[in-house]
């Protein structure tokens, strides 16, 4: 049972929050054979599931990997492998037409032989030799994870190797029989979200209580973790380790530990560093006043800069801006190579590129070129060895490609493209701005279908998250809006609202606490826009949101019903008066503010979509998705929120997955099944 607060009583549906209660279960399986009856069962879900569960395990798709002492690894899953495959090739090989590839781990047999539901959720490898890896596995795909030492010789876990009890913790290797850890050690060890507060030095061969404290942060802390560094300076491996206190989602302290022991970093509470070369680069969420050898200078929010790690540990603050943002200008994301630094950058949402080097103790740039349209972003293939880049090119209509840059960034080498999984012959992408409440401009792509005119009443969806300085735009190629949308004629709009991160740290925080009601006028402002172009009307209009965007999408439905017809709302936040008492809910008290605080409860209770939905109201229909297993977002939000609008009279489906924690679905028939669920939904509703 989840805690109570003191309006618990006035709760009608709390026993809801009972995730595995047997009343709460039983619920849940009305209402899934409901959806099933009414929605899964009409002839077009049914295609729609087949089309889509073709694409999703199609051979064609790029396996993306990551490259680790020459050798290329990737995770797979298709029709053959349920629950995929962890395997590698080597890089000559990648650049066939076909691999052959190695398997190295396959998660479908390991859960046959330890009647488990396991979910893969990731790999680290341990440098120099990449033959130990330690592998976290999720029960039906929780945040919550196993971590267990596996052998890449013996195809084996290593038998009394390093091994961690389920926990939303972290396992690092520091060296072959050394490891940092942070998990549930026992009561007391766990913050008021659910994460670890304490990282402990684990010895090989020793037990995990035995295991040496190297931080400890408090109970009301969001989380802590540690990390190696590696880095190459002078063509000399370097070292180094972190310990990152998270106090809050956007604050807290990093420290580098040494052998004098920890050493705080000077830097502002909320900017993120990262090490390249002998160099420490530090990332601003807010403007930051120092005092350099040219005297006191402000460096704006959204800039990265760089200095000698070294030297700024001596006091140095004589940076170097690698980055300084500007007018709807961003940083997109830093890409290390073995010798320099590549800067993606967002200008106006078209991306480009910038290649930085240290020569003779000062650094140099020079733009590197991107193809022009859609999105394109570069990134390292093997820091530890080269400069080779991986270029990414995708938009809306065009199928993703995956090119190799040796050298010259003028002569990327086709190295995949994946299939046309849809017919985008007359789809058209344009860029627009809408106008929100308060005259600021917000940005959308628009595709529309095939033969689109305006005044036709075009079924439309509109797709938006708007929190956690999270970027959409522009958007990527998506094989299931295309063939379960677009080919059948509807528009597809997707909007970066304030709260995300398309212009850099200054979008996001404009939409923080008080003032999150800008990001729900920023949607109604994308909503309003479509329907005065004339691209669809009310009655054809649908939203569509996950998680933070479940939250959003309750909040502007509840707000302006008669703007849609139609709501897709995924394993959502909806009872902002309980949220933080729910699983790691309390972590994001940061963006939304504190519902025990009656200061910024007054301003929370305003949109909180459960309290604020009423009687005789008409609300537009909607399907509401979560997962049992969801351990992020707690289920309770979802079924709450259906049982209260069915209660008052609104048209409600509700589909709740056992599995797939809070992405929704732990392989590829659970997403075919959901994703062919809401669009059978959308194409029935706003026809």
């Not at 807290?252 to 990262?274: F, H, K, Q, S, V």
Request: overall charge negative; glycine content about 10%; hydrophobic content about 40%.
């Amino acid at each position: 049972m989840t805690e109570p607060d003191s309006r618990a009583e006035e709760d009608p549906y709390l026993w809801l929050e009972e995730i595995d209660g047997a009343k709460a279960m039983a619920w849940v399986a009305e209402k899934n054979g409901q959806s099933r009856a009414l929605i899964a069962a009409l002839p077009e879900f049914a295609a729609t599931e087949k089309r889509l569960l073709a694409i999703f395990n199609a051979q064609g798709r790029i396996p993306m990997v990551a490259a680790r002492g020459g050798l290329y690894y990737n995770f797979w899953q298709d029709e053959v492998h349920v629950r995929g495959i962890w395997r590698r090739t080597t890089a000559a090989d990648y650049r066939n037409l076909e691999a052959s590839w190695e398997v190295l781990l396959d998660i479908d047999a390991l859960a046959r032989a330890e009647n488990e539901n396991w979910v893969f959720k990731g790999a680290q490898c341990l440098y120099p030799g990449f033959d130990r890896a330690l592998i976290s596995l999720s029960r039906g795909g929780g945040d919550a994870q196993v971590v267990r030492e596996y052998d890449l010789t013996l195809r084996r876990f290593v038998p009394d190797g390093f091994e961690l009890p389920e926990a939303k913790g972290s396992l690092s290797w520091i060296e072959q029989d050394q490891v940092y850890v942070a998990t549930d050690f026992g009561p007391g060890t766990l913050t008021d979200s659910g994460y670890p507060r304490q990282i402990k030095r684990w010895q090989r061969g020793t037990p995990l209580a035995s295991a040496e404290l190297v931080f400890e942060g408090s109970e009301t802390d969001m989380t802590v973790w540690a990390r190696r560094t590696r880095d190459w300076v002078g063509g000399e491996l370097v070292v180094r380790d972190f310990i990152c206190h998270r106090v809050t989602f956007y604050s807290g302290a990093t420290y580098l530990l040494g052998p004098a022991g920890l050493l705080r970093l000077a830097i502002p509470e909320d900017a993120e560093i990262e090490t390249f070369a002998d160099q420490l680069i530090v990332t601003l969420r807010s403007a930051w006043a120092v005092e350099g050898t040219d005297g006191k200078r402000v460096w704006p929010q959204g800039a990265a800069l760089a200095i000698g790690l070294d030297a700024f540990v001596a006091g140095d603050r004589d940076f170097t801006a690698i980055y300084t943002p500007g007018p709807r200008k961003s940083l997109a994301g830093l890409a290390a190579l073995h010798d320099a630094l590549i800067v993606n950058e967002l200008d106006q949402l078209r991306p480009r590129a910038f290649c930085w080097r240290v020569l003779d103790g000062r650094w140099t740039a020079e733009e590197w070129p991107l193809p022009e349209g859609g999105s394109a972003t570069l990134s390292g293939v093997d820091p530890d060895t080269c400069n080779e880049c991986f270029l990414i090119e995708t938009s809306p209509i065009k199928p993703t490609s995956l090119s190799w840059i040796e050298a010259d960034p003028r002569q990327p080498v086709l190295l995949k493209t994946a299939p046309a999984f849809f017919d985008a012959t007359g789809m058209q992408v344009v860029q627009h701005n809408a106008v929100s409440a308060d005259g600021t401009l917000v940005p959308y792509f628009l595709v529309t279908p095939a033969g689109f005119a305006p005044d036709q009443g075009t079924p439309t969806l509109l797709y938006a998250y708007g929190g956690f300085e999270v970027t959409l735009l522009p958007p990527p190629y998506s094989p299931a809006v295309g063939a379960a949308w677009l080919e059948k004629g509807g528009a597809y709009a997707i909007a970066g609202l304030r709260g995300g991160g398309e212009f850099g740290p200054a979008w996001h925080q404009a939409s923080l606490k008080e003032n999150r009601q800008r990001c729900y006028d920023d949607l109604i402002g994308v909503a309003s826009d479509l329907i005065e172009r004339r691209v669809t009307t009310p009655a054809h209009l649908a939203i569509e949101g996950g998680s933070n965007g479940g939250l959003l999408v309750g909040a502007v439905m509840v707000q302006r019903p008669e703007l849609f017809r139609a709501v897709v709302c995924q394993v959502p936040l909806l009872d902002m008066r309980r949220y933080h008492r729910l699983l790691a809910g309390a972590s994001w008290v940061g963006e939304y503010g504190d519902p025990d605080n009656p200061l910024e409860w007054a301003f929370i209770s305003r949109y909180s979509p459960y309290q604020n939905v009423r009687a005789g109201v008409t609300y537009p229909e909607i399907l509401l998705m979560t997962s049992t297993r969801d351990d992020r977002v707690h289920p309770g939000h979802a079924r709450k929120m259906a049982a209260k609008l069915e209660a008052l009279g609104a048209r409600v489906h509700y589909y709740e997955n056992i599995e797939g924690g809070h992405a929704g679905s732990a392989d590829n028939l659970q997403a075919a099944f959901m994703e062919a669920l809401s669009y059978t939904f959308l194409q029935t509703v706003l026809r």
